[in-house]
């Protein structure tokens, strides 16, 4: 039972992951583009038993119809990367104070980033073909755990 809710609870967080995002990049296909200037720019890291993985992290401030608003999404999904040399090349481009283009979504201006969301079908269908499987495994895991039979009590 611990390994079926093991299971479960990996491929449900990994299909709400992948759904989220999805259905995120689907809706930004109708964001709009905006001058931008580039507040904050930083190489985020993080750090596993793996080795590090690299990204960057920004802020920035626009203008929507005379309203002022910041933000802070660089890609959606943000990706990482363990090579820390093509990271800072990208982050190279948005320096404090640089001009920038950003996209935003016109009926909720909070919601933005700077490089315009591409569907990423690796991370769409490996990923959530992967979370289906282990929810599937969960459930025969499950499924097999309820079957089983007890076993007898034998005194000795």
Partial sequence: MIF????GGVGLKGLIWVSSDTILILDSRQWKPARATITKSKIEVSSSRHGDKYSVGVEYTFN?????FIG??????ARWSGDEAEVREQQSFYVPSAPSVIYFDPADPRRS????????????FGLGSFSVAFLVLAGYQFLLAIRRPAEPYHRQ
Avoid at 4 to 7: N, Q, V, Y
């Fill in 64 to 68: 929507v119809d005379g309203r002022s």
């Fill in 72 to 77: 802070n999404r660089f890609e959606i999904p």
């Fill in 113 to 124: 980033v700077v490089r315009f969301p591409e569907m990423n079908y690796w991370f769409t």
């Fill in 4 to 7: 079926a809710s093991l299971l």
